[in-house]
């Protein structure tokens, strides 16, 4: 079946630490999304990429760093300049970059700082 | 600069009672709309979608909703709601891709309770 893989569904994080939450699609879709969810604020937007070896920054970029190597692949970082990390993180594809395509979820990570 | 308000934040139903959510949003020019839906500890699920066309569109699970331009609303309905819908509901506004990848703008969503 297509779809969207995130891992791990949780992780744990000290302080100070790097973490990279994983993001594979074989829908072969072209555009890719990463999306911070916290409680009674929606989705934001951290990071999109139109295709391979591309990306834009979002709403929210700051503390977060991503990459596009392969299509089927876009990996998110959260450092440790992210002040506030505890979050639920979303990933998502959509056929073309066009907000009028329709956004594939992935069931998400939950991120914890301790 | 597209956005999207969901005035209830949260809304209480009876099972077999009918359900509106509420949607309005800003934006430019002719808008793409959408309704997702999501369970707890889950990702987000399309339910319907509005690019064109009739006003009333149908999604699954037995939900639509009608975009109503001239009140900037795109509100969804269930005649009669099952005790699995409960769940978080979010309306997303986007547009057409213009050389650079347009993007979704979500609303803070509508937490749905359904009671026996």
């Known amino acids: 079946d297509g779809g969207i893989t995130q891992s791990p569904k949780y992780l744990f994080r000290k302080e100070g630490q790097n973490v990279t939450l994983s993001c594979e699609q074989n829908?072969?879709?072209?555009?890719m999304y990463w999306y911070r969810q916290d409680p009674g604020q929606g989705l934001r937007l951290i990071y999109y990429?139109?295709?391979?070896?591309?990306?834009q920054k979002g709403d929210i970029a700051e503390g977060y760093s991503v990459s596009r190597e392969k299509k089927e692949s876009f990996p998110l970082t959260v450092t440790s300049a992210q002040k506030n990390p505890t979050a639920f993180y979303l990933c998502?594809?959509?056929?073309?970059?066009?907000?009028?395509?329709?956004?594939?979820f992935g069931p998400g990570t939950r991120l914890t700082v301790l | 600069a597209q956005s999207v308000t969901q005035p209830d934040i949260h809304i209480t139903v009876s099972e077999g009672a009918s359900l509106e959510l509420r949607c309005n949003y800003s934006?430019?020019?002719?808008?793409?709309l959408f309704w997702y839906v999501q369970s707890p500890g889950q990702g987000l699920q399309l339910l319907l979608k509005?690019?064109?066309?009739?006003?009333l569109v149908q999604g699954i699970k037995g939900f639509e909703a009608e975009f109503k331009r001239s009140q900037s609303s795109f509100n969804l309905r269930k005649p009669s709601v099952h005790w699995s819908d409960a769940a978080e509901y979010f309306c997303?506004?986007?547009?057409?891709?213009?050389?650079?990848?347009?993007?979704?703008?979500f609303g803070t969503g509508t937490r749905l309770q359904v009671t026996l």
């Open positions: 990429s139109q295709i391979v070896n591309d990306f």
């Open positions: 829908l072969n879709h072209d555009a």
């Open positions: 934006y430019g020019a002719t808008p793409y």
């Open positions: 997303a506004v986007g547009g057409e891709y213009t050389g650079t990848a347009s993007k979704l703008t």
């Open positions: 998502a594809s959509s056929l073309y970059p066009s907000g009028g395509n329709e956004q594939f």
């Open positions: 509005y690019f064109s066309g009739d006003t």
